[in-house]
């Protein structure tokens, strides 16, 4: 089993749809959340940072962490065509120093 | 360009040669973390070095493979005796210190042909 679980999709959605993106994890351990979005040949981007449980909004994008759970999301509102990437949810706890440990990412395709 | 360089973008090697790739931080930055995202996975760390230290090289395949962040100049990440399974892409990141955010580098891509 991975310690972090993502489905790869592709999620394809109409332009102005809600989005919704999810990670598992099984180790107790993370404590810091991240999104990273990554066009296709670039290098990921951070999108948000969240420690422990609870939400957090910026713009467009709302994060939340479920920690009893183990389950992370991530929603993209009113989506653009230039929101389609691929998310990478990312996961940091002190037993693993500071080295993230990464989702394997979603695909998302918003259509015009 | 402030952020974090990567270079050379792409690379190509034969089967055992070596691979030198190039990281360097964003201003101000002394962490550097090495990841590798082999196709249809998401990215693995292989190393944390601090200037002149490795912290953590967990992630580093037993051979072959090593890096270094001297105390001038880039960090390097080090390939030697290339085989095609090395084909990926390279992202270096870093971080102005412990448990601070990390931002990413374009990446290099290595072909192993």
């Known amino acids: 089993q991975k310690e972090v679980e993502q489905d790869p999709g592709p999620l394809s959605v109409p332009e102005g749809a809600i989005v919704s993106l999810n990670c598992t994890y099984s180790?107790?351990?993370?404590?810091?959340f991240m999104w990273y979005r990554q066009y296709s040949r670039k290098g990921p981007e951070l999108l948000m940072y969240t420690y422990s449980s609870g939400n957090k909004e910026d713009g467009r994008f709302t994060a939340q962490v479920d920690k009893s759970s183990k389950y992370i999301s991530l929603f993209i509102r009113d989506s653009q065509p230039s929101d389609s990437a691929t998310y990478l949810c990312a996961m940091r706890g002190l037993e693993y120093g500071n080295k993230l440990v990464f989702g394997a990412g979603t695909i998302l395709r918003v259509k015009s | 360009n402030a952020g974090v360089m990567q270079n050379p973008r792409h690379l190509v090697r034969r089967r055992g040669q070596e691979a030198r790739l190039r990281c360097s931080p964003m201003?101000?930055?002394?962490?550097v973390y090495w990841y590798r995202q082999l196709p249809e996975e998401g990215l693995k760390f292989m190393v944390y070095?601090?200037?002149?230290?490795?912290?953590?090289e967990s992630g580093m395949p037993k051979e072959r493979f090593s890096a270094e962040f001297p105390k001038e100049g880039p960090s390097i990440l080090r390939i030697q005796q290339v085989v095609r399974g090395d084909s990926a892409a390279y992202f270096c990141?870093?971080?102005?210190?412990?448990?601070?955010?990390?931002?990413f580098g374009p990446g290099t891509r290595l072909l192993v042909l």
């Open positions: 180790n107790s351990a993370f404590q810091y």
């Open positions: 990141a870093s971080s102005g210190g412990l448990q601070e955010t990390q931002y």
């Open positions: 070095l601090q200037k002149e230290n490795i912290i953590d």
């Open positions: 201003k101000g930055h002394s962490h």
